[in-house]
């Protein structure tokens, strides 16, 4: 197989492009850095394809490898003929190259393999030849029964045969692509709700699925992880169904010849017995993967760009914060940090149940006297347990103390997590594990990204059925869109953490460390150029990183932007053609200059491309600009909603909190998040929620529904 023309094909991408890409990953270049800094050799593909092309070329590569090991395995045995070579080399999926290698994979002791030590194989032989017609079958098997080997009767001895017939037919590779095809085309997955007692009174949440049916060709992904999930806690049964009929009848086309020989019908109960007892299962097993790797990947894809979505929310900057980690019984956790981040002060109140009205007051004299104490702009409310009683005492106090001070509600996922980590530990060892939390829900309407990246992407909580998926290629896919985000961002060299620096390309957890030793020993970074000084950071890891850690307020204004050191001198050259200096960067007469020139003539002079001239341009006009500021910011309040105040009609503002198939759920200011179901996303057919909506996105909405004692809320975006 030619893998690059096959990724060319695959993707609609020129040939080129796949061969310069695979050759660049294969130099050890990072997704990010070829993205950015590579786009003449690659022509501009963008990391999301360019990740998905490393993905497929990673298959590609493993389906040779397993081509190769197959051929050797066969060759071993003294089995491998051209036409099986042929046959392996033409493979394209690993189904059909598994298929292909099923009778010759070493078996455990089956019904056939014991018929074939009893002596069996050459009737086998006999019957399925079909080529005699007259005699009977007890004179065919007579030579075959042997009292010793426990063939005692014709019986035995055909029963023995046609185990070995069975095997024979469920072995072949081209019956089974047959049945595959025909069961997913014609078959449906179908749920039955189980008989156990004990989980009787949690059935409610697979209560659709209790007496469910549906093709497994039209079956949508979250359905197909929802009956895994039933089926895993016990509560649903599953299987495939598909009538057999036209299965039956393609073995026997297959198998029976025209003209019948007094063995065909055995043969006709062997290719039975093979499907029923063999095929059958097997390809449900099959398909039922296969569902579950198409589910699987689809749901990835959703908790991918949710995830994106989340850690490119816009940051509030330079504002000083108040975490507010809600709780019961232990209280809620206080965390004042300023503008930076920087911890100022910590406490504990306790106004939620149980309570008392001393406690209460104390409670709102405590958060009272942080707030002028600190001059609090923002409090940002942990999302959790206790979250509603929380956010009222928050805006009663607001309008107690007629403060100038907001609130928002913040999401918690992942934040115990992260507090309870070696990592929070050694950032703030001094305080306990629920203060590290408050710290956390401040630091994340700050710099989400930053505060974000802390934290095991599995655990922030914007997917669907995540922990039922593959956890380690769930990993990868969620660490390659956090090493996109942080790339795109870019972080400050002398204050990001080494959780940060460590997405960054090219710089390993490791040497993320080294780089802040080398800042505690040395001040601040003044210049790009001194990374070259850390310890054990070479030159390969200086190309891939050096373009996305700025510095701020340091020797070469260059270094504030993603311009890469690599393009510097064309920097100068093409300031120097424009008739201004270096110190005019970022102000309006270079931007004159820069949106007039002439692209083409400047990228010839300075021997660079236009995709790189571009960047280069862009940069300049807005030296430390952050994409993240075109984002719109979260929603603040002042005043607080239940749910037994909405009606149905009633249009308010919300904002998205998480994407999945069947719609979205947006926060709307009452504790619970209501569902926009895909119907009501919009006055068109929508074919996903994601060409509509994304996590962060201010909407408008209507209330459709309110079950209070079930905690729903239906919405709708149509006709407002």
Do not use: W
Not at 540 to 563: M, W
């Amino acid at each position: 197989m030619d893998i690059n023309k096959r990724l060319a094909e695959e993707f609609n991408i020129k040939l080129y492009q796949v061969e310069n890409t695979v050759k660049l990953i294969d130099e050890g270049n990072t997704i990010p850095f070829i993205a950015r800094y590579r786009k003449e050799v690659t022509g501009s593909l963008d990391d999301q394809l360019l990740r998905n092309l490393f993905d497929r070329l990673t298959y590609l590569r493993g389906m040779e490898e397993r081509k190769e090991e197959i051929k050797r395995l066969i060759d071993e045995q003294g089995k491998l003929t051209e036409e099986l070579t042929l046959a392996i080399d033409s493979c394209e999926k690993l189904t059909e190259l598994e298929d292909i290698y099923r009778p010759y994979r070493p078996k455990r002791r089956t019904r056939a393999t014991i018929a074939k030590e009893k002596g069996l194989e050459p009737l086998a032989e006999i019957i399925l030849a079909q080529n005699l017609y007259e005699g009977n079958i007890d004179e065919i098997c007579l030579p075959f029964i042997d009292t010793e080997k426990e063939v005692n009767t014709t019986e035995d001895a055909l029963n023995g045969a046609m185990d070995i017939i069975a095997e024979e037919i469920s072995d072949n590779a081209d019956y089974r692509k047959f049945i595959r095809i025909y069961t997913y085309r014609n078959g449906t997955i179908a749920s039955k709700a189980t008989n156990k007692e004990e989980t009787e009174k949690k059935r409610d949440v697979y209560q659709m699925y209790h007496e469910f049916s549906e093709p497994l060709k039209a079956i949508a992904r979250h359905r197909v992880l929802a009956l895994n999930r039933g089926e895993a806690e016990g509560f649903l049964n599953v299987k495939i169904e598909v009538d057999d009929t036209d299965i039956i009848a393609y073995l026997n086309k297959q198998l029976i010849p025209e003209k019948r020989s007094i063995t065909s019908c055995y043969v006709e109960a062997a290719s039975a017995d093979a499907y029923k007892r063999l095929i059958m299962s097997s390809i449900e097993t099959e398909l039922r993967n296969q569902l579950t790797d198409t589910a699987q990947e689809g749901a990835m894809k959703i908790f991918s760009e949710n995830l994106k979505n989340l850690l490119l929310q816009a940051p509030i900057k330079n504002k000083v914060v108040l975490g507010f980690d809600p709780g019961y019984r232990t209280g809620c956790k206080l965390a004042v940090v300023d503008g930076t981040g920087r911890v100022l002060d910590v406490g504990v109140i306790y106004p939620t149940p149980p309570t008392t009205p001393e406690k209460i007051k104390e409670a709102k004299s405590k958060v009272t006297n942080l707030i002028n104490t600190h001059h609090v702009d923002i409090i940002s409310i942990g999302n959790g347990t206790a979250s509603k009683e929380s956010e009222i005492f928050i805006a009663n106090l607001i309008k107690e103390t007629n403060s100038n001070a907001v609130y928002v509600m913040t999401s918690e996922a992942g934040a115990s997590v992260y507090s309870a980590s070696k990592l929070a530990s050694e950032e703030f060892p001094d305080y306990d594990v629920s203060q590290r939390s408050a710290v956390s829900i401040a630091r994340r309407i700050q710099d989400p990204l930053a505060e974000l990246v802390k934290i095991d992407p599995k655990s922030i909580g914007v997917g669907q059925y995540q922990h039922d998926m593959n956890q380690k290629r769930l990993g990868e896919a969620l660490g390659g869109v956090v090493e996109d985000c942080v790339n795109s961002v870019g972080v400050d060299l002398n204050t990001a953490s080494p959780s940060l620096l460590s997405y960054i390309s090219g710089i390993s957890g490791s040497l993320a460390k080294n780089i802040v030793i080398y800042r505690e020993e040395n001040d601040i970074f003044k210049n790009r150029t001194q990374l070259k000084k850390v310890s054990k950071l070479g030159p390969k890891a200086y190309e891939q990183c050096a373009g996305f850690l700025r510095i701020t307020d340091g020797d070469n204004i260059l270094d504030n932007t993603s311009v890469h050191p690599e393009s510097y001198d064309a920097v100068k050259k093409m300031v120097s053609l424009l008739g201004l200096t270096m110190n005019d960067i970022g102000t309006k007469e270079l931007s004159t200059a820069l949106e007039n020139c002439n692209k083409g003539e400047i990228a010839e002079k300075l021997g660079i491309g236009i995709p790189t001239l571009s960047d280069i341009i862009s940069e300049l006009q807005k030296p430390g600009r952050d994409p993240r500021d075109e984002v719109a910011p979260p929603q603040l309040r002042t005043d607080v909603m239940d749910m037994k105040d909405l009606k149905p009609g009633m249009i308010m503002t919300g904002t998205v909190r998480n994407v999945i198939d069947f719609g979205a759920f947006v926060d709307i200011g009452v504790h619970q998040d209501g569902l926009v179901h895909i119907s009501q996303l919009a006055d068109k057919y929508v074919k996903h929620p994601m060409d509509v909506v994304a996590i962060g996105d201010i909407v408008k909405v209507k209330i459709l529904d309110v079950d209070p004692a079930k905690k729903r809320i239906s919405l709708t975006m149509r006709d407002i």
